[in-house]
């Protein structure tokens, strides 16, 4: 059954924060995306990399609690990338304008190269 | 074996949309459908199913969300009955720039994903109660 709450650890990789996500992201995920985004803003995060499990469920909720984080970003000028997503869900980022905000990364180590 | 349907009666609770996903999983899998258009049919069930328990059923506890499958040559056809009266008001397409810029709320993604990944999708207001969305999805889109 789905998720209902999230572990987040945040890992630091030079100038890149690294969000490790576990678990479904739906509207449940939204306190718990936020509540680290607002940690690794505190200790002054320039870059942050969204780890996403790759079975992870994603619904429209999961996808507006990440549009939320992308918006915070924005306005904090933060660069913003995102790693783990299957095939599909690259194309649903696609689809409703994700990826204008955040590059999709291959795998941790690619997005740490690009970004770093 | 002439009738193919299956139908799945599902509680009114966030999470149970998975089982709608699962069973059409399979179906599909039956059916013959490619790993790609699997996925495809499993997000627009479920955003089809959250919108039922969501906004059709308004999250009543006691309420049902009936999804039923049958397929018709290279398509399956899914149809997502809750016991609302149906939607009044279409959110417009999210437009994520303004989202983004906190002109616009983060909602509406749900159907739009149906009406991108969906082939065809009707919405009906069944005649003794409730409210039905009819999506038909080909094996290739």
New interface residues.
């Given amino acids: 059954?789905?998720q209902?709450s999230n572990e987040i650890n945040l890992e630091q990789h030079g100038a890149v924060t690294l969000f490790n996500i576990h678990g479904d992201l739906?509207?449940?995920s939204e306190p718990f995306l936020s509540e680290a985004y607002q940690n690794a803003n505190t200790q002054g995060a320039d870059k942050i990399l969204l780890k996403i499990d790759k079975e992870a469920?994603i619904?429209?909720?999961g996808?507006?609690a990440l549009?939320?984080i992308?918006?915070q970003s924005?306005r904090n000028n933060q660069n913003i990338g995102i790693t783990g997503v299957?095939?599909?869900f690259k194309k649903?980022f696609s689809?409703?304008?994700?990826t204008?905000?955040a590059d999709i990364h291959e795998t941790v180590e690619n997005a740490l190269e690009v970004m770093s | 074996m002439k009738d193919r349907t299956v139908e799945v009666s599902l509680a009114n609770k966030?999470?149970?949309?998975?089982v709608a996903m699962a069973c059409t999983a399979s179906f599909a899998q039956m059916m013959g459908f490619s790993p790609?258009r699997i996925?495809?049919l499993k997000?627009v069930v479920?955003?089809a199913a959250?919108n039922a328990m969501e906004h059709g059923n308004k999250g009543r506890p006691d309420a049902r969300v009936t999804v039923s499958m049958s397929c018709q040559g290279d398509t399956i056809n899914v149809t997502v009955m809750d016991e609302g009266d149906g939607i009044k008001h279409f959110p417009p397409k999210?437009d994520?720039?303004k989202?983004?810029?906190?002109l616009e709320s983060?909602?509406g993604?749900?159907l739009?994903?149906i009406n991108?990944l969906a082939d065809q999708v009707e919405f009906n207001q069944v005649t003794d109660g409730g409210h039905m969305v009819k999506m038909a999805i080909k094996m290739i889109s």
């Fill in positions: 059954m789905q209902h739906t509207s449940f469920y619904n429209s909720g996808i507006a549009i939320q992308l918006a924005k299957s095939d599909h649903i689809m409703v304008g994700i204008k905000f | 966030l999470g149970y949309e998975r790609e996925e495809d997000t479920a955003e959250i999210p994520i720039e989202i983004i810029d906190e983060p909602v993604f749900g739009f994903l991108q």
